[in-house]
Protein backbone atom coordinates (compact mmCIF):
# COMPACT_ATOMS: atom_id res chain seq x y z
CA UNK A 1 0.00 0.00 0.00
CA UNK A 2 1.33 3.24 -1.00
CA UNK A 3 2.10 5.55 2.09
CA UNK A 4 -0.04 8.78 3.08
CA UNK A 5 3.39 10.96 2.63
CA UNK A 6 4.54 9.37 -0.81
CA UNK A 7 3.73 12.46 -3.26
CA UNK A 8 7.00 13.83 -4.63
CA UNK A 9 9.25 12.43 -7.30
CA UNK A 10 12.43 14.01 -5.58
CA UNK A 11 14.01 11.89 -2.59
CA UNK A 12 14.62 14.71 -0.82
CA UNK A 13 10.86 16.42 -1.19
CA UNK A 14 9.21 13.18 -0.36
CA UNK A 15 11.18 13.30 3.21
CA UNK A 16 10.02 16.69 3.47
CA UNK A 17 6.66 15.96 2.75
CA UNK A 18 6.40 13.67 5.51
CA UNK A 19 7.81 16.10 8.24
CA UNK A 20 5.30 18.60 6.95
CA UNK A 21 2.73 16.17 6.98
CA UNK A 22 3.28 15.47 10.14
CA UNK A 23 3.77 18.93 12.06
CA UNK A 24 0.44 19.81 10.27
CA UNK A 25 -1.91 16.72 11.78
CA UNK A 26 -0.48 17.42 15.41
CA UNK A 27 -0.17 20.94 16.14
CA UNK A 28 1.70 20.18 19.51
CA UNK A 29 4.62 19.02 18.00
CA UNK A 30 5.03 21.35 15.70
CA UNK A 31 5.41 24.04 17.89
CA UNK A 32 8.24 21.86 19.39
CA UNK A 33 9.38 21.61 16.10
CA UNK A 34 9.82 25.00 15.86
CA UNK A 35 11.32 26.05 19.13
CA UNK A 36 13.57 22.89 19.57
CA UNK A 37 14.95 21.91 15.91
CA UNK A 38 14.06 25.80 14.51
CA UNK A 39 15.25 27.54 17.71
CA UNK A 40 12.69 30.19 17.35
CA UNK A 41 9.42 31.65 18.67
CA UNK A 42 7.24 33.32 16.22
CA UNK A 43 4.96 36.13 17.49
CA UNK A 44 1.87 34.21 17.51
CA UNK A 45 1.49 30.41 17.91
CA UNK A 46 -2.41 30.09 17.19
CA UNK A 47 -2.50 30.65 13.48
CA UNK A 48 0.67 28.93 12.09
CA UNK A 49 0.54 27.61 8.60
CA UNK A 50 2.41 25.08 6.76
CA UNK A 51 3.14 25.39 2.70
CA UNK A 52 4.89 23.13 0.36
CA UNK A 53 6.24 24.09 -2.71
CA UNK A 54 4.08 26.91 -2.72
CA UNK A 55 4.34 31.44 -1.66
CA UNK A 56 2.16 32.19 1.24
CA UNK A 57 -1.28 34.38 0.25
CA UNK A 58 -0.93 32.65 -3.45
CA UNK A 59 -3.44 29.80 -4.62
CA UNK A 60 -0.94 28.25 -6.87
CA UNK A 61 1.12 25.50 -5.89
CA UNK A 62 4.35 24.84 -8.30
CA UNK A 63 5.83 21.58 -9.77
CA UNK A 64 8.89 20.74 -8.04
CA UNK A 65 11.20 22.04 -10.74
CA UNK A 66 9.10 25.13 -11.19
CA UNK A 67 9.24 25.96 -7.59
CA UNK A 68 13.51 24.83 -7.39
CA UNK A 69 13.10 27.88 -10.48
CA UNK A 70 11.37 30.51 -9.15
CA UNK A 71 13.18 30.40 -5.42
CA UNK A 72 10.57 28.98 -3.41
CA UNK A 73 11.53 26.76 -0.40
CA UNK A 74 10.54 23.35 -0.24
CA UNK A 75 8.63 24.29 2.98
CA UNK A 76 7.16 27.17 4.74
CA UNK A 77 6.43 27.56 7.85
CA UNK A 78 4.46 31.48 9.20
CA UNK A 79 2.48 32.78 11.29
CA UNK A 80 0.42 35.36 9.13
CA UNK A 81 2.30 38.21 11.24
CA UNK A 82 5.81 38.87 9.70
CA UNK A 83 7.44 35.46 10.77
CA UNK A 84 8.62 32.89 8.85
CA UNK A 85 10.58 29.44 8.78
CA UNK A 86 11.67 28.27 5.40
CA UNK A 87 12.86 24.76 4.94
CA UNK A 88 15.25 23.61 2.57
CA UNK A 89 16.17 20.12 2.59
CA UNK A 90 18.97 17.66 0.40
CA UNK A 91 19.67 14.03 0.33
CA UNK A 92 23.00 13.46 -1.86
CA UNK A 93 23.19 17.34 -3.61
CA UNK A 94 24.88 19.95 -1.63
CA UNK A 95 23.29 23.13 -0.47
CA UNK A 96 23.89 26.23 -2.85
CA UNK A 97 23.95 29.74 -0.86
CA UNK A 98 22.32 31.49 -3.07
CA UNK A 99 19.55 29.01 -3.17
CA UNK A 100 19.04 29.95 0.44
CA UNK A 101 19.73 34.22 -0.33
CA UNK A 102 16.96 32.93 -2.71
CA UNK A 103 14.36 31.40 -0.45
CA UNK A 104 15.43 34.79 2.13
CA UNK A 105 14.47 37.14 -0.53
CA UNK A 106 11.10 35.78 -1.47
CA UNK A 107 10.17 35.83 1.88
CA UNK A 108 11.30 39.31 2.57
CA UNK A 109 8.88 40.25 -0.85
CA UNK A 110 5.96 38.72 0.84
CA UNK A 111 6.64 41.68 3.46
CA UNK A 112 7.86 38.83 6.47
CA UNK A 113 10.27 40.50 8.41
CA UNK A 114 11.51 37.75 11.01
CA UNK A 115 12.65 34.95 8.77
CA UNK A 116 14.18 32.20 9.99
CA UNK A 117 15.87 29.25 7.74
CA UNK A 118 16.38 25.49 8.67
CA UNK A 119 18.50 23.49 6.00
CA UNK A 120 18.10 19.71 6.57
CA UNK A 121 20.52 17.65 5.18
CA UNK A 122 23.31 14.44 5.51
CA UNK A 123 26.10 16.85 5.26
CA UNK A 124 26.45 20.04 6.37
CA UNK A 125 26.50 23.00 3.81
CA UNK A 126 30.32 24.24 2.11
CA UNK A 127 30.16 27.13 4.30
CA UNK A 128 29.21 28.29 7.85
CA UNK A 129 25.45 29.53 8.97
CA UNK A 130 24.27 31.59 10.35
CA UNK A 131 26.03 34.21 7.81
CA UNK A 132 25.27 38.31 8.21
CA UNK A 133 22.81 37.99 5.21
CA UNK A 134 21.24 34.78 6.39
CA UNK A 135 21.20 36.29 10.20
CA UNK A 136 18.78 33.44 11.53
CA UNK A 137 19.84 30.73 9.86
CA UNK A 138 21.04 26.95 10.86
CA UNK A 139 21.64 23.30 9.75
CA UNK A 140 20.25 20.45 11.12
CA UNK A 141 21.60 17.01 9.81
CA UNK A 142 18.18 14.17 8.59
CA UNK A 143 19.37 12.04 11.40
CA UNK A 144 18.87 15.06 13.98
CA UNK A 145 15.15 15.44 12.95
CA UNK A 146 15.08 11.36 12.91
CA UNK A 147 16.04 11.00 16.72
CA UNK A 148 13.81 13.90 17.31
CA UNK A 149 11.15 12.18 15.99
CA UNK A 150 12.05 8.96 17.92
CA UNK A 151 11.78 11.16 21.27
CA UNK A 152 8.21 12.49 20.44
CA UNK A 153 6.80 9.07 22.12
CA UNK A 154 3.63 10.40 22.86
CA UNK A 155 2.77 11.96 18.88
CA UNK A 156 1.13 8.85 16.76
CA UNK A 157 2.47 11.30 13.42
CA UNK A 158 6.03 11.24 14.94
CA UNK A 159 5.61 7.52 15.17
CA UNK A 160 4.62 7.48 11.72
CA UNK A 161 7.47 10.47 10.43
CA UNK A 162 10.00 8.46 11.57
CA UNK A 163 8.72 5.30 10.33
CA UNK A 164 8.31 6.64 6.95
CA UNK A 165 12.27 7.47 6.85
CA UNK A 166 12.95 4.56 7.78
CA UNK A 167 11.32 2.76 4.54
CA UNK A 168 12.31 5.37 2.62
CA UNK A 169 15.84 4.90 3.35
CA UNK A 170 15.74 1.30 3.01
CA UNK A 171 14.08 2.24 -0.63
CA UNK A 172 17.07 4.49 -1.64
CA UNK A 173 19.98 1.88 -0.22
CA UNK A 174 18.09 -0.75 -2.12
CA UNK A 175 17.86 1.49 -5.51
CA UNK A 176 21.74 2.73 -5.02
CA UNK A 177 20.65 6.67 -4.37
CA UNK A 178 21.71 6.98 -1.04
CA UNK A 179 25.51 5.66 -1.37
CA UNK A 180 26.74 8.09 0.96
CA UNK A 181 25.37 8.82 4.58
CA UNK A 182 22.40 8.00 6.01
CA UNK A 183 18.78 9.91 7.58
CA UNK A 184 17.96 7.22 10.08
CA UNK A 185 20.53 6.06 12.92
CA UNK A 186 20.91 2.63 14.56
CA UNK A 187 18.08 2.09 16.91
CA UNK A 188 18.69 -1.79 17.32
CA UNK A 189 16.89 -4.78 15.39
CA UNK A 190 13.59 -5.28 15.75
CA UNK A 191 12.61 -8.20 14.07
CA UNK A 192 11.05 -11.17 15.98
CA UNK A 193 7.15 -12.44 16.61
CA UNK A 194 6.17 -8.78 16.47
CA UNK A 195 8.12 -8.46 13.78
CA UNK A 196 8.79 -10.21 10.78
CA UNK A 197 12.55 -10.68 9.49
CA UNK A 198 12.18 -7.54 6.28
CA UNK A 199 15.23 -8.16 3.51
CA UNK A 200 14.83 -4.24 2.74
CA UNK A 201 14.90 -3.43 6.51
CA UNK A 202 17.61 -5.70 7.49
CA UNK A 203 19.85 -4.32 4.59
CA UNK A 204 19.42 -0.72 5.69
CA UNK A 205 19.93 -1.45 9.52
CA UNK A 206 23.17 -3.38 8.18
CA UNK A 207 24.44 -0.43 6.43
CA UNK A 208 23.94 1.76 9.64
CA UNK A 209 25.43 -0.76 12.00
CA UNK A 210 28.52 -1.41 9.95
CA UNK A 211 29.07 2.62 9.63
CA UNK A 212 28.79 2.71 13.27
CA UNK A 213 31.34 -0.12 13.96
CA UNK A 214 33.46 1.36 11.51
CA UNK A 215 34.35 4.30 13.46
CA UNK A 216 35.25 2.02 17.09
CA UNK A 217 38.79 3.27 17.23
CA UNK A 218 39.28 0.28 19.66
CA UNK A 219 38.56 -2.47 17.31
CA UNK A 220 41.54 -0.68 15.41
CA UNK A 221 44.07 -0.47 17.36
CA UNK A 222 43.03 -3.68 19.64
CA UNK A 223 42.07 -5.95 15.92
CA UNK A 224 43.82 -4.14 13.41
CA UNK A 225 40.51 -3.38 12.05
CA UNK A 226 41.14 -1.38 8.61
CA UNK A 227 38.30 1.47 9.23
CA UNK A 228 38.93 2.49 5.26
CA UNK A 229 38.90 -1.20 4.23
CA UNK A 230 36.39 -2.42 1.22
CA UNK A 231 33.72 -3.86 2.72
CA UNK A 232 31.76 -6.39 0.78
CA UNK A 233 30.68 -4.29 -2.09
CA UNK A 234 27.33 -4.53 -3.81
CA UNK A 235 24.80 -5.97 -1.86
CA UNK A 236 22.33 -7.14 -3.94
CA UNK A 237 19.06 -9.30 -3.83
CA UNK A 238 15.30 -8.35 -3.07
CA UNK A 239 14.01 -11.72 -0.69
CA UNK A 240 17.25 -13.03 1.19
CA UNK A 241 17.36 -14.80 3.94
CA UNK A 242 20.23 -13.20 5.43
CA UNK A 243 21.96 -10.34 4.28
CA UNK A 244 25.77 -9.64 5.85
CA UNK A 245 28.94 -7.49 5.51
CA UNK A 246 32.77 -7.28 6.62
CA UNK A 247 35.18 -5.17 8.37
CA UNK A 248 38.20 -6.18 6.72
CA UNK A 249 41.69 -6.43 9.23
CA UNK A 250 45.04 -4.55 7.96
CA UNK A 251 47.48 -6.21 6.07
CA UNK A 252 45.64 -6.69 2.86
CA UNK A 253 47.61 -5.62 0.02
CA UNK A 254 45.75 -3.37 -2.48
CA UNK A 255 43.50 -5.81 -5.08
CA UNK A 256 43.80 -8.44 -3.25
CA UNK A 257 40.60 -10.21 -1.92
CA UNK A 258 39.19 -9.87 1.08
CA UNK A 259 39.15 -13.87 1.59
CA UNK A 260 42.93 -13.95 1.53
CA UNK A 261 42.67 -12.71 5.02
CA UNK A 262 40.80 -13.33 8.16
CA UNK A 263 37.98 -10.83 8.67
CA UNK A 264 35.04 -9.38 11.20
CA UNK A 265 31.75 -10.40 9.74
CA UNK A 266 28.06 -9.18 10.88
CA UNK A 267 25.31 -11.06 9.37
CA UNK A 268 21.23 -10.38 10.00
CA UNK A 269 19.56 -13.32 9.36
CA UNK A 270 16.08 -14.52 9.46
CA UNK A 271 16.02 -15.78 12.87
CA UNK A 272 19.28 -14.59 14.81
CA UNK A 273 22.07 -11.69 14.47
CA UNK A 274 25.48 -13.27 13.82
CA UNK A 275 28.93 -11.59 14.79
CA UNK A 276 31.98 -13.76 14.28
CA UNK A 277 35.63 -13.90 12.94
CA UNK A 278 35.92 -15.98 9.84
CA UNK A 279 39.09 -17.85 8.77
CA UNK A 280 37.76 -18.54 4.87
CA UNK A 281 38.89 -21.07 2.72
CA UNK A 282 40.77 -19.43 0.47
CA UNK A 283 43.48 -17.78 3.50
CA UNK A 284 46.60 -17.55 3.15
CA UNK A 285 48.27 -20.86 4.05
CA UNK A 286 50.74 -19.61 6.59
CA UNK A 287 47.76 -18.71 8.48
CA UNK A 288 46.28 -22.07 8.70
CA UNK A 289 49.37 -23.70 9.40
CA UNK A 290 49.73 -20.93 12.74
CA UNK A 291 46.39 -23.24 14.18
CA UNK A 292 47.19 -26.40 13.13
CA UNK A 293 50.73 -26.00 14.68
CA UNK A 294 49.49 -25.71 18.08
CA UNK A 295 48.47 -29.26 17.84
CA UNK A 296 45.27 -30.14 19.09
CA UNK A 297 45.91 -29.84 22.95
CA UNK A 298 47.39 -25.75 22.00
CA UNK A 299 44.39 -25.40 19.87
CA UNK A 300 41.73 -26.40 22.84
CA UNK A 301 43.84 -24.38 25.18
CA UNK A 302 43.29 -21.40 22.79
CA UNK A 303 39.57 -21.98 22.39
CA UNK A 304 38.98 -22.68 25.71
CA UNK A 305 40.63 -18.59 26.19
CA UNK A 306 38.17 -17.33 23.10
CA UNK A 307 35.30 -19.14 25.01
CA UNK A 308 35.99 -17.50 28.74
CA UNK A 309 36.02 -14.21 26.37
CA UNK A 310 33.10 -14.72 24.66
CA UNK A 311 31.16 -15.60 27.76
CA UNK A 312 32.42 -12.43 29.58
CA UNK A 313 31.27 -10.36 26.47
CA UNK A 314 27.84 -12.06 26.13
CA UNK A 315 26.93 -11.20 29.87
CA UNK A 316 24.04 -9.17 30.04
CA UNK A 317 23.04 -10.79 26.83
CA UNK A 318 20.68 -13.13 27.82
CA UNK A 319 20.12 -15.97 25.03
CA UNK A 320 22.98 -15.53 23.03
CA UNK A 321 25.39 -17.74 22.88
CA UNK A 322 29.29 -18.28 21.62
CA UNK A 323 29.16 -20.02 18.29
CA UNK A 324 31.45 -21.89 15.66
CA UNK A 325 30.45 -22.38 12.50
CA UNK A 326 32.73 -25.24 10.05
CA UNK A 327 31.24 -24.42 6.80
CA UNK A 328 32.34 -26.52 3.56
CA UNK A 329 30.33 -25.01 0.03
CA UNK A 330 31.03 -25.45 -3.49
CA UNK A 331 29.91 -22.98 -6.85
CA UNK A 332 29.40 -24.69 -10.13
CA UNK A 333 30.51 -21.19 -11.37
CA UNK A 334 31.14 -17.76 -11.08
CA UNK A 335 27.47 -16.36 -10.32
CA UNK A 336 26.24 -19.39 -9.14
CA UNK A 337 24.62 -19.70 -5.59
CA UNK A 338 26.47 -21.77 -3.44
CA UNK A 339 26.00 -25.44 -2.52
CA UNK A 340 26.77 -26.69 1.13
CA UNK A 341 28.26 -29.80 1.33
CA UNK A 342 28.56 -29.96 5.09
CA UNK A 343 27.94 -27.71 7.86
CA UNK A 344 28.42 -27.68 11.46
CA UNK A 345 27.51 -25.35 14.15
CA UNK A 346 28.02 -25.58 17.71
CA UNK A 347 28.12 -23.70 21.23
CA UNK A 348 31.52 -23.63 22.00
CA UNK A 349 30.81 -23.92 25.74
CA UNK A 350 29.95 -27.89 24.62
CA UNK A 351 33.63 -27.96 24.14
CA UNK A 352 34.78 -27.39 27.75
CA UNK A 353 33.56 -29.10 30.79
CA UNK A 354 32.41 -26.15 33.53
CA UNK A 355 31.46 -23.43 30.87
CA UNK A 356 29.01 -20.91 32.30
CA UNK A 357 25.28 -22.15 31.68
CA UNK A 358 26.15 -26.21 31.88
CA UNK A 359 23.18 -27.01 33.51
CA UNK A 360 21.79 -26.09 30.23
CA UNK A 361 25.19 -26.79 27.67
CA UNK A 362 26.36 -30.26 28.01
CA UNK A 363 29.73 -31.42 27.26
CA UNK A 364 30.22 -32.55 23.76
CA UNK A 365 34.18 -31.96 23.71
CA UNK A 366 34.10 -34.14 19.93
CA UNK A 367 32.13 -31.15 18.13
CA UNK A 368 35.62 -29.12 19.09
CA UNK A 369 37.82 -32.36 18.14
CA UNK A 370 36.31 -32.35 14.39
CA UNK A 371 36.56 -28.36 13.78
CA UNK A 372 40.56 -28.96 14.08
CA UNK A 373 41.03 -32.20 12.37
CA UNK A 374 38.97 -30.44 9.30
CA UNK A 375 41.22 -27.58 9.39
CA UNK A 376 44.58 -29.84 9.60
CA UNK A 377 43.23 -31.75 6.94
CA UNK A 378 41.35 -29.49 4.77
CA UNK A 379 40.76 -30.82 0.94
CA UNK A 380 37.83 -28.27 0.19
CA UNK A 381 36.16 -25.33 0.55
CA UNK A 382 35.88 -24.72 4.51
CA UNK A 383 35.47 -22.10 6.48
CA UNK A 384 35.79 -21.45 10.23
CA UNK A 385 33.99 -19.08 11.76
CA UNK A 386 33.93 -18.03 15.78
CA UNK A 387 32.13 -15.62 17.63
CA UNK A 388 28.94 -15.28 18.35
CA UNK A 389 24.77 -15.82 17.91
CA UNK A 390 21.87 -13.06 19.16
CA UNK A 391 18.80 -15.18 18.52
CA UNK A 392 15.83 -12.89 17.98
CA UNK A 393 13.15 -15.86 19.46
CA UNK A 394 15.24 -15.77 22.97
CA UNK A 395 17.62 -12.78 22.89
CA UNK A 396 15.87 -9.53 23.20
CA UNK A 397 19.50 -7.73 23.51
CA UNK A 398 19.72 -6.85 19.91
CA UNK A 399 16.37 -4.62 19.99
CA UNK A 400 18.66 -2.13 21.90
CA UNK A 401 21.32 0.19 20.39
CA UNK A 402 23.53 -1.42 22.71
CA UNK A 403 23.75 -4.67 20.99
CA UNK A 404 26.15 -2.85 18.78
CA UNK A 405 28.49 -2.87 22.03
CA UNK A 406 27.94 -6.98 22.31
CA UNK A 407 28.98 -7.59 18.45
CA UNK A 408 32.47 -5.51 18.88
CA UNK A 409 32.41 -7.30 21.99
CA UNK A 410 32.34 -10.57 20.44
CA UNK A 411 35.08 -9.27 17.72
CA UNK A 412 37.29 -8.10 20.49
CA UNK A 413 36.80 -12.28 22.64
CA UNK A 414 37.89 -13.40 19.29
CA UNK A 415 41.50 -11.50 19.73
CA UNK A 416 43.29 -14.68 20.96
CA UNK A 417 42.60 -16.45 17.72
CA UNK A 418 43.29 -14.03 15.32
CA UNK A 419 46.87 -13.39 17.27
CA UNK A 420 47.94 -16.53 16.65
CA UNK A 421 46.61 -16.40 12.61
CA UNK A 422 48.15 -13.74 12.03
CA UNK A 423 51.71 -13.64 14.14
CA UNK A 424 54.47 -12.96 12.17
Known sequence: MRSVFDQYKQPENQLTHALACALCE?????????????????????????????????????????????????????????????????????????????????????????????????????FDLPQSDLPRSKFKAWTDIYKWLKKQARSEWARRAAQYMEIWEGKMVDNAYLTDGSVTVFSGIPFGDEEPYNYTEAKRLLNLAMADLRKRKYLEQDLGMNPSGSGRGAITGKAGKSVWDLLPIKGLKDGEAFTKYPHLTLSLEHDRVVSILIIPSDIKPVFRRNIVMLGFTGFSDLMRKVNQNLNAALKGATGAAPWVIVLQRRYPSQRSAAITDAMLQYDLRTAFPG??????????????????????????????????????????????????NYIADTWLACKPLLKVMIKD
Open 26 to 126: DRVLLKRFIKEIAGSVPASIKHLQILEQQVPDEDASYSEEEAERRGIPDAWIHDGDGWALLIESKVQAAFKKNQLQRHYGVAKRCGFINIHILAIGIKKPP
Open 355 to 404: SANTQVVKTQSQWLTATYNALEHKKSNLQVAVGAIFPYKNCKAQKSPDIL
